[in-house]
């Protein structure tokens, strides 16, 4: 069992930044991930990352505005969140992934979920 913890959701101005963090109870996954999920849409992956190789994945909507990174203990993942748009409004969800993950963003290949942080974005 695998609990993750988030913080770190909030409200900002379109431009702004944030920063989210999830802390995970134990350090045997494949990998991390943030996904989000919008009102009325799917869940969709955001940003992945190894443990320990830290080397990332992003959705193409995200690329060059977010970075995902961990500490060094591999217990923690943090999604440093810049030039936010009002689109990237949602809850975003951390994950972890104790199996195989054959594709870095899709939500069938994590086993475990964190219960949520809100990020709005204002225009």
């Known amino acids: 069992q695998v609990q993750l913890v988030e913080s770190g959701g909030g409200s900002v101005q379109a431009g702004g930044s944030l920063r989210l963090s999830c802390a995970a109870s134990?350090?045997?996954?494949?990998?991390l991930a943030w996904f989000r999920q919008a009102p009325g849409k799917e869940r969709e992956g955001v940003a992945s990352?190894?443990?320990?190789?830290?080397?990332?994945y992003y959705h193409a909507s995200v690329k060059g505005r977010f970075t995902i990174s961990t500490d060094t203990s591999q217990t923690t993942v943090y999604l440093q969140m810049n030039s936010l748009k009002p689109e990237d409004t949602a809850m975003y969800y951390c994950a972890a992934a104790i199996g195989r993950v054959r594709s870095p963003l899709r939500t069938s290949d994590y086993d475990y979920w964190g219960q949520g942080t809100q990020v709005t974005v204002s225009s």
């Open positions: 990352i190894v443990p320990f190789t830290a080397i990332p």
């Open positions: 134990r350090v045997d996954y494949n990998r």
